[in-house]
């Protein structure tokens, strides 16, 4: 096979020279044989060619590669690797595919698009993020990725050179390689020194970038920027070098260019009133900046960039004051230039006029003197050895000097500027490592190129030498690694063209000499350049010049004029001008000019620590300053020195045209670069080898086609490819096999992908032969079965319409039977019913004439009988009244005699004696023990003092009281009835102003309403129309609903995003938590003390819960919360005195204080008296007597005290029967009121007679048993020998008198406190009726002053409002019976279970007995564990102390797998539980303190397991289910509905929690986000593989050649790297998830949000891939694809997850898959993939379709103009600008309410909690 191949064959595609684009492409069209001079060819317009072909003066021509080659990614992948590959690549890359990025090795190409492209996003950033360099699309994001991976993997610091023409993007490259440092490896704190760096680019931009002719942004300087890592690899600090600042530019700008941007920003920005004393104008009017002719940039506002950049200068740290100066230093440089300088007559002076306003501006802006400064700028200062004389200078030299002293001072200045930022990104901490980027000028050559020129181009010299020996070495390390034989490779040195600028007597050496001569010129420079390096090969003397040299650099011969070098190289400014600025009156320009000792400004700015590779060339000493040439050769030297000690990686920028078109390419600019920047150099040490490399994987799954079926089973796919290859290629020295690639000569790759097509071909011509057949038989069968179909569809047809005819005919007859029937049926029943109604009228008038008369009849029998009853019923009642009333008078005069026989018959004699019989015999026995009852007799009596003058002492108040109320009646009833009319009326203007506003409002709202009316109406007349235009247009009806579905959509992505804003203001808030927890890990978390409020309905567990409570004493405990409830019902609703109620719960507090304290004591006395029985006394008959006395006298005092309280209720009601009947125009209901209160006065009054009548007797009986006590013991003394009395009787007597005077005296406390309470009822009752007729008086005056239809308004009104009160109160009486019928309820309830239990045990108990002793036990056992369980009632009781440990064990403490096997969500139960103990208790600081140390404890565990998915799962779930406990429990109607009537028992009563529940909502939504965070983070990096690279369909997917990045990434895997994910294994860690997330428990919405949310994930990650990698946009990788979502959405529907929107979200990845596998030729193909992509953005569609990449030769690309037909198709959408998705897009989570089924009283906790401590309830 291999000898058959010619690579000159017919049909072979080559590339010829050509003059305008360099290289043009041809196809042979005969085989050439070799020694034939002439190659027969034809271009790609058909044209015919013969090229001539020679031995050495004109080879044979490049071979094109490959269809399937074209547009690598990586240059060093194609086949053949030559000038015109390279270059057509980069071009259809550029142009068809519009990307803008290629690597050529270890070189990223970029080109320039003068375009802004959406592809340097912060999601660009994070799909690159932790990529390797080969897997992804070129970018520079994937270099500086490479970079910051190789520092953190290597320990090495690394450098990223950018480099490349003026215009070719070298800024903006570097400026996005530093936004990717800054957003990886962002500060870890609060320093945001990463900004600091961002934000010095718009201010070097400013100082140090001008429009040019080439680029509107052009970098006229260079610099090489450190950006210092930590250990962490965390930005800590950066350091700037910069090089070769174009000073020239200052004083003057070649036409259509501008001088620095920060002198228009400063002129813009001129009429801010800060700059006012600049005395800047516009840019026009100097001339510094009006050299040019054209101020203005296109699509640039300098005001605004001005406004920029003083931002960066106040972010940088630098003040306002330095700022002032340094734009005062920029406008005095503006004035410089406007500075006039006139000539003399003579020529050779010049002077400078004295009203000059520009050289003042000058003066003061920089602090100098104005007349030295006049003087200097004219005369010159020369110092001889003998003498110093002052020169004048002409005109000319005067403005040389000028502009000499212009760009001294910018240069200054920008030194200044560059070593502030340097100070202010510097950083204290140790520096670990560091990354460089440098931004530096590429080769340049005009048609005219000077000093600048010469100084870039020697830099890039070193640049490329560095370049060549990195190139050279990677190479060879590649060779030993894969153990290939090493053959030396000859690659271009520059080393001599370096030592002839910068060797001894080198071309700076020579031209610093040249400055030191006195009188020494740039043409004496040239001369002497000529005779020392004549004999040069680098060097050349042009033809036509003297003063011109040519230097052969590596890119190309640049000829380089000799005038200026020499005043450039020197830089001379005149000293005298210099001093005059060291002695400026401002610090910060003085200090500008202050020379450094011996160390240039980049230098000493420098803080990298490197070592060099060499010792660095002595600088000779000199007396004067160093020249430029010696500053840029040492600070170079530096640089170099710096680049050898990283690793580096090279950027090399393209600038495509250079009329800045938009994707335009002009091949022979692109050559031109491409030689200067290295890139071509690349290529061809790459093909001088072997520059084809495949892994055996990769070949062996590319060419297993042309394999043997034994080699293709063979477990050896290494033996198998070696097998192949020494088939297929006979020559050995075309590959070399590797340790793990295969290595092949430039060319080989081609061939097998020739012999790969062809055996591809024959296999499709096989099956198109097959397939074709087979398309024809199915053809005909079609056509015979469409013929069969159509003759037995005919034959129907007409015995169809046969049998049509007969049924017409037949229908025909019937419809005429039918109407003829119908119209003499209706004949007749029109007349039937009009015969039916003449006689149902006239029977009608008869029937009602005979009732009328009967009514008649019917009404005079009812008034006789009426009126006789009447006179029946008087006159019953007359009688009836007459005998009541004689009945009465005689029964109360039995009454009155036999109450009189009573009281004598109680004070005589003989009745004591029937009371006191038997009782002498027994007194007499008590003489001993009457000593130990009299000391407790005497301390009640004082009891019963101190409680009589109480009461005397409250009458006495009251008493008071009444007089001060009689005196006010009397005296200022006049004027406080004036008072209370005029709050009266205020409250009715009141009344009315509401009633008007009441009046408006309701206007306003029946205006409304008859505006919504009209709306309505017009609404429903818009909406007949549009059923009209509905029905007239039925196409129309998909737009519409296609319409309304978009506005539900919106509607719905509107609530989205709102809930997505405020759970990113969660995530926010949690950001920050965590982060002021990582900030002070030591101090302990504050805790979170929501404050909880109680419902009206619970102020008290007992009180009702009606909205309008009646006040009284037995509700209210004390006097705070009586005046607290006052308030808060007002002064009408609490229905008393305010004042009153205060004084007498006052009053009631300290009875009741009294109360306790007395009963104390008389516990006490008896306690004392029970011991003193046992004792034996003497009698002590004085002291006895004694005591008797005294009791007599209290006894008295109380007689005395009672018949005060007596006389005084007397008075009392006499008041109130005055008051009342001065009253006598009130109501029925005050009388019925005053009735009241006097029977119950009357009823008090017998009470208190009948206390008075019982301690009348009592004292009878103490009296009466003194004197016995007396005569007993008279009888002892005389006789003591007598019978001894019966002792045991004696002691029951005395016992039977104790108890007697223990309870008369109990029941007079009482009664004088029911006594009191009444006294205080009626005294309160009394002022609301004194209230109540004042205001019914006040009302009735008012009523009276109205006019009668005012009056008959006023009082509906009054009536009206009453009826409101009272049925208010109805109400209110209501809900009290309501709760009272439901609390008995419930006790009956409880009462039955109680029987039922009893009944249960009693049965049992009886069983029992009769059965056996084994069962027994058991039955026993069962009872009492039923038991128990209908008394747990669902809470959990535990102590304060103990909340710590419930905490600990619950959450701190707990594991999932400890609760695997119990009730899912278990702790959120209990801790719930515990919750509704705290609430049925009325704990508010329990609760409290246990909802905070729960959510406390929540946020410590999941911060300490923020990497754990299934402990995150488990809080998640806990977290839910608590949120749904307090809801479901809460007693709110909204959450009771799914409830049981258990659970509604067990609802909150004391508390509402709703704040509780927020925070909990929140705390849950915090969780939700973690455990996205932590499932996201466990799945992306299998996506990729899975997704895009696993095989999941066998020998489907195809390899590709590979470049040099996918040969070398950053992951060392030779190998034995990590194995690839798989589909399985991706949807095996979903099922975990899932399962993790069921067996906690979580509600199925939230799984379904998870899911959802993972799946997104899936897809924005697996189609941002898509979007940049090249390699896996092909028709395999689609098929993959499809199939690997078929098998994600099947996962869904498996676990009843497809309702949960998840499959949703891979329908932007589907219609990727679906786009890489349609067809993409014609218009129709355009317009269904069109209407097919409608999730994928314009930018998405297009991106695939350039990146789409036949695996085949049969497959073909997609053509430039089919893409722009899409884009066409696609202009109409809206589509965001962002071309790749956000990774970190989160839905709104939603946790909707489910309530939990579970008893609570059923809940069992297992011991392995360890929660003894727990008491459940």
Known sequence: MAGDYHPYSKFTRVWIPDPEDVWKAAEITRDYKEGESVLHLKLEDETPLEYPVGQKSNPLPFLRNPDILVGENDLTALSYLHEPAVLHNLRVRFLESNNIYTYCGIVLVAINPYEQLQIYGEEVINAYTGQNMGDMDPHIFAVAEEAYKQMARDERNQSIIVSGESGAGKTVSAKYAMRFFATVGGSANDTNVEEKVLASSPIMEAIGNAKTTRNDNSSRFGKYIQIVFSRHYHIIGANMRTYLLEKSRVVFQAEDERNYHIFYQLCASSTLPEFNDLSLTSAEDFTYTSLGENIFIEGVNDAEDFQKTREAFTLLGIKDSSQSSIFKVIASILHLGNVQICSERDGESCRISRDDLHLKHFCRLLGVELQQMEHWLCHRKLVTASETYVKNMSSKQAANARDALAKHIYARMFDWIVEHINKSLQTSSKQHSFIGVLDIYGFETFEVNSFEQFCINYANEKLQQQFNSHVFKLEQEEYMKEQIPWTLIDFYDNQPCIDLIEARLGILDLLDEECKVPKGTDQNWAQKL?????????????????????????????????????????????????????????????DLFHEKDDVTSSSKTSRVNVRPAKSLPKAPNKEHRKTVGLQFRSSLHLLMETLNATTPHYVRCIKPNDLKEAFSFDSSRAVQQLRACGVLETIRISAAGYPSRWTYPDFFSRYRVLMKKSDITSADKKLACKNLLETLVKDSDMFQFGKTKIFFRAGQVAYLEKLRADKFRAACIKIQKTVRGWLQRVRYRKIRKSAVTLQRYGRGYLARRFAEQLRLTRAALVC??????????????????????????????????????????????????????????????????????????????????????????????????????????????????????????????????????????EVTKLQKQLEHLRSRRDEGQLTSLQDELQTAREELREAKKLQEEHGSEKLRLQQRVE???????????????????????????????????????????????????????????????????????????????????????????????????????????????????????????????????????KRVRELEQERKRLQANVDKMEELAKRRDSEVKSPTSEQETADLAYNSLKRQELESENKKLKNDLNELRKTVAERVSQNSSSSNEQQDGYNVLLSQLKSASEELEARKEEVLILRTQIVSAAQRQDKNDHIQDENNSKEPIDEEEALKAYHGLCESKKLLEAQLQSQSRQHKDELEALHTQIELLKDDIEKKQEI???????????????????????????????????????????????????????????????AAAAAAASQTGRSNPELSRQVTVQRKEKDFEGMLEYSKEDEGLLVKS?????????????????????????????????????????????????????????????????????????????????????????????????????????????VLSDLSIQIYQQLIKVAESIIQPMIVSAMLESESIPSLAGVKPMGYRNRSSSMDNDGSGPSS?????????????????????????????????????????????????????????????????????????????????????????????????????????????????????????????????????????????????????????????????????????????????????????????????????
């Open 816 to 953: 005429q039977k039918q109407y003829r029937m119908v119209q003499t049926r209706r004949a007749y029943l029109r007349v039937r019913q009009a015969v039916i109604t003449i006689q149902a009228f006239t029977r009608g008038m008869f029937t009602r004439r005979i009732y009328q008369e009967f009514l008649l009849h019917h009404k005079a029998m009812i008034i006789q009988r009426s009126v006789r009853g009447w006179l029946q019923r008087r006159k019953f009642r007359r009688a009836r009244d007459a005998a009541v009333t004689i009945q009465c008078a005689y029964r109360r005069l039995r009454a009155k005699r036999q109450l009189k026989q009573l009281k004598i018959e109680a004070r005589s004699a003989e009745h004591l004696k029937k009371l006191n019989t038997g009782m002498e015999n027994k007194i007499v026995q008590l003489q001993r023990k009457m000593d130990d009852q009299s000391k407790e007799l005497r301390h009640q009596n004082e009891q019963l003092v101190v409680t009589n003058s109480s009461l005397g002492s």
């Open 1621 to 1817: 994910y798989t589909l399985e294994a991706l949807i095996r860690q979903l099922g975990q998830f899932h399962a993790v997330m069921r067996d906690h428990g979580l509600d199925p919405e939230i799984v379904g949000q998870v899911v959802r949310q993972l799946f997104n994930c899936i897809n924005a990650v697996t189609l941002n891939n898509l979007l940049l990698r090249k390699d896996v946009c092909s028709w395999s990788t689609g098929m993959q694809l499809r199939y690997n979502t078929s098998q994600m959405e099947e996962w869904l529907r498996g676990n009843n997850l497809y309702q949960s929107k998840a499959a949703a979200t891979l329908e932007p990845i589907i219609q990727a898959a679906q786009l890489l596998q349609v067809k993409k030729k014609t218009t129709q193909d355009a317009e269904a993939i069109c209407s097919l992509c409608s999730s994928l953005t314009t930018q998405q569609i297009v991106k695939i379709l350039n990146l789409y990449t036949p695996l085949n030769e049969f497959e073909e690309r997609v053509t430039v103009s089919f893409i722009r037909n899409i884009q066409n198709r696609l202009q109409e959408r809206n589509d965001p600008p962002q071309l790749l998705l956000d990774t970190k897009q989160t839905f709104p989570v939603l946790f909707p309410y489910t309530p939990s089924a579970l008893s609570l009283e059923t809940l069992h906790i297992p011991a392995s909690l360890n929660l003894d401590f727990l008491i459940r309830v």
């Open 530 to 590: 000529y005779k020392q390096h004549s004999s040069s090969v680098h060097f050349q003397k042009p033809r036509m010049s003297n003063i011109s040299f040519i230097i052969n650099h590596f890119a190309d011969k640049v000829e380089y004029h000799c005038e200026g070098f020499l005043e450039k190289n020197r830089d001379t400014v005149y000293e005298e001008q210099i001093n005059i600025l060291k002695a400026s009156q401002f610090q910060l320009v003085a």
């Open 1011 to 1145: 505006e919504l009316e009209r709306e309505n109406c017009l609404l429903k007349s818009e909406k007949e129309d549009m059923n009209q235009k509905l029905l007239q247009h039925s196409k129309s009806v998909e737009e519409d609903d296609s319409s309304v579905s978009q506005r539900e959509v919106s509607l719905q992505s509107e609530l989205d995003a709102e809930r997505q804003r405020y759970q990113n203001l969660l995530k926010e808030f949690s950001r920050l938590e965590q982060r002021y927890d990582n900030l002070k890990e030591e101090v302990s978390l504050s805790k979170f003390h929501p404050g909880h409020r109680r419902n009206p309905s619970n102020q008290s567990s007992l009180e009702s819960d009606s909205n309008y409570p009646s006040i009284s004493t037995s509700e209210v405990g004390d006097t705070e919360d009586s005046i607290q409830l006052v308030e808060e019902m007002g002064v009408e609703k609490a229905a008393m005195d305010i004042s009153l109620f205060m004084k007498l719960q």
């Open 1450 to 1558: 619950l959450i701190a403490d707990i594991r999932p797998n400890t609760v695997s096997a119990t009730v899912p969500c278990l702790p959120a139960y209990i801790l719930f539980m515990c919750i509704r103990h705290a609430d049925y208790i009325n704990d508010d600081q329990k609760v409290a303190s246990l909802l905070t140390s729960t959510i406390n404890a929540i946020k410590k565990v999941l911060k300490k397991n923020n990497d754990d998915f299934e402990m995150t799962s488990f809080w998640l779930a806990n977290t839910s289910r608590l949120l749904h406990c307090l809801k479901q429990y809460s007693g709110d109607e909204v959450f009771m509905t799914q409830n049981t009537t258990k659970q509604n028992e067990h609802c909150l009563k004391n508390f509402d929690l709703a704040e509780y529940r927020q």
């Open 1340 to 1402: 009735l005056n008012y009523t009276m002053s109205l006019s009668p239809e005012a009056q008959v308004e006023y009082s509906v009104q009054q009536e009206i409002t009453r009826l409101t009160n009272d049925n208010l109160d109805l109400k209110e009486l209501v809900e009290k019976l309501e709760k009272n019928e439901r609390k008995l309820k419930k006790q009956l309830r409880i009462y039955m279970k109680k029987v039922q239990e009893l009944e249960v045990s009693q």
